[in-house]
Nanobody
């Protein structure tokens, strides 16, 4: 089993910055992809940024140029630096990874519990 623990959410004024962290722990053989998704109130969960299994980094259109995803492989941790925050960035940010665990040949998708980000206007 893999656990994802998110941190760094909070309340910030428009134009401000926050950094989110997501640490994966447990019986991990390898992490194939890892990133962040955003769910605004009453909306579906959308991609913010993710490292993909083929070595790329994908960003959602609404955050390109404002958010930066980085990683520390030694710690199985990804960071989301969020700059120039807008009220529409408000919502719950969920971390997701696809990881392989011992004794299986496939990857499994895991989600964190989410961290709240509120951007005031």
């Amino acid at each position: 089993q893999v656990q994802l623990v998110e941190s760094g959410g909070g309340l910030v004024q428009a134009g401000g910055s926050l950094t989110l962290s997501c640490a994966a722990s447990g019986a991990i053989v390898s992490i194939h992809s890892m990133g962040w998704y955003h769910q605004a109130p009453g909306k579906q969960r959308d991609l913010v940024a993710t490292f993909t299994s083929d070595g790329n980094t994908n960003y959602g259109d609404s955050v390109k140029g404002r958010f930066t995803l980085s990683r520390d492989d030694a710690k199985n941790t990804v960071y989301l630096q969020m700059n120039s925050l807008k009220p529409e960035d408000t919502g719950v940010y969920y971390c997701k990874c696809n990881a392989r665990t011992p004794r299986v040949s496939y990857t499994t998708q895991y989600w964190g519990r989410g961290t709240q980000v509120t951007v005031s206007s």
